[in-house]
Nanobody, 124 residues
Framework: QVQLEESGGGLVQAGGSVRLSCVTSGRTFSPYTMGWFRQAPGKEREFVAAISWSGGSTMYADSVKGRFTISRDNAKRTVYLQMNSLKPEDTAVYYC?????????????????WGQGTQVTVSS
């Protein structure tokens, strides 16, 4: 089993920045692909970013490309999402997720483990 816990969410003004963290516990962290997803009220959960187990490969949703950066520190068993130039439409609950395969995938169904989520609210 793998447990994931997100932190770092909150209220921020448009144009501001927030860094989310996701700490894992349980099974060995390193071999997992890690992803961030988000879900806004009344909308489906959507892919935000993913990073390979080595950190050498990343993938982003078009809506966040150039503004968000995913990274990981395997020694700390932590994955990060640095969010810059935030927009009101970025408001959502953000979830981190772990995929035990080596592939980087956008499909939420590919991820076996999920955190409880952290709220990010961007005011205009």
């Amino acid at each position: 089993q793998v447990q994931l816990e997100e932190s770092g969410g909150g209220l921020v003004q448009a144009g501001g920045s927030v860094r989310l963290s996701c700490v894992t516990s349980g099974r060995t962290f390193s071999p997992y692909t890690m992803g961030w997803f988000r879900q806004a009220p009344g909308k489906e959960r959507e892919f935000v970013a993913a990073i390979s187990w080595s950190g050498g490969s990343t993938m982003y949703a078009d809506s966040v490309k150039g503004r968000f950066t995913i990274s990981r520190d395997n020694a700390k068993r932590t994955v990060y999402l640095q969010m810059n130039s935030l927009k009101p439409e970025d408001t959502a609950v953000y979830y981190c997720a772990a995929d035990v395969s080596m592939a980087i995938r956008k499909n939420a169904n590919s991820y076996e483990y999920w955190g409880q989520g952290t709220q990010v609210t961007v005011s205009s």
